[in-house]
């Protein structure tokens, strides 16, 4: 399906069963011009209904939400092939939840912690095509139980912290995510581009070695 996008700025809708919640991701994604919000809902089976009126760009997704949950909506939106971006955020997320998230066709998964900032770039990165995985919840989740992985899990785990650093990562997590993700793959016994040891350098100092 095409996107109903008819502007250069990318369409948004926002999914969370609390007004604040919604309003508050509004007013900042608006205000610092990350994205046109085209309308929000509280409620599984009312975001599926708005996707399909508006086709959005990206849409901002909860996962607990009273009916469907963020995943199923997900699973339905890929079902009927909306080329609409999904970024999940959820208060308690874990390896199982990532997985369920990503299998469900979502592109990005934020902390509902996540300051605004790591929103906004969640957003751009996945809108250029890229996975997301918020920089807290990935390292949270290597430091916690990195180790139950198996290899490939860990590779794609991994490789999705490469992109976000590579793309987008600037805010203050950035010097303890870069020594998380090069400790890691120590561990993984895989190879770290060199290119992204002089990248992390550059943003994060001689400490991030």
């Known amino acids: 399906m095409q996107r109903a996008s008819t502007t250069t700025q990318p369409t948004c809708v926002i999914v969370d069963d609390h007004d604040v919640v919604r309003t508050g991701l509004r007013l900042r994604l ?11 809902a509280p409620d599984g089976l009312r975001a599926l209904n708005l996707v399909r009126a508006t086709e959005p760009d990206v849409a ?18 890929r079902d009927e092939g909306h080329a609409t971006r999904i970024v999940m955020f959820s208060a308690t997320i874990d390896h199982a939840l990532i997985q369920r998230a990503f299998a469900a066709g979502a592109a990005g998964l934020i902390g509902k912690d996540a300051h ?3 929103v ?3 957003i751009r990165t996945v809108l250029n095509g890229q996975r ?9 989740l290597l430091d916690e139980g990195g180790q139950a992985l198996s290899p490939r899990e860990l590779r794609r785990l991994l490789q999705d912290m490469q992109q976000v650093a590579d793309a987008s990562l600037s805010d203050v997590e950035g010097g303890r995510y870069a020594q998380v993700l090069m ?12 290119d992204f040891w002089l990248l992390a350098i550059e943003k994060f100092g001689p400490d991030a070695k």
């Open 30 to 40: 608006e205000h610092d011009g990350v994205v046109r919000i085209v309308g929000d």
């Open 60 to 77: 901002l997704l909860d996962i607990s939400l009273p009916g469907m949950d963020g995943v199923e909506v997900a699973a339905q939106l």
């Open 116 to 118: 605004l900032d790591v």
């Open 120 to 122: 906004a770039s969640g």
């Open 132 to 140: 997301f995985v918020d920089p807290a919840v990935a390292a949270e």
């Open 183 to 194: 400790d890691w793959y120590a561990k993984a016994e895989l190879p770290v581009r060199k």
